[in-house]
């Protein structure tokens, strides 16, 4: 058994790690969406098109290099 395991186990998930991690997580989770909508951004509207992607819902949603 881990660490990790036991300790959220024997405290019910909500320590100050766990809580600190999901946070961590998120961030980075919202900073890779961002670098891939900068990228989906350069392509043109008939190739988002054809992958299912629309260009004003990635705008609305940001990138890395805009909105800083």
């Known amino acids: ?3 990790a395991t036991t300790t959220s ?3 019910g998930g909500n320590s100050f790690m766990r809580r600190a991690l999901d946070r961590m997580i ?3 989770t919202i900073q890779a969406r961002r670098y891939v909508n900068g990228y ?3 392509l043109d509207d008939a190739t988002l098109a ?3 992607y629309d260009r004003k819902q ?3 949603e940001g ?3 805009g909105g800083f």
């Open 26 to 28: 998120e961030a980075r």
């Open 1 to 3: 058994m881990s660490i």
């Open 50 to 52: 054809a992958h299912g």
């Open 9 to 11: 186990t024997r405290i």
């Open 40 to 42: 989906l951004l350069s």
């Open 63 to 65: 990138s890395a290099s």
């Open 58 to 60: 990635l705008e609305r």
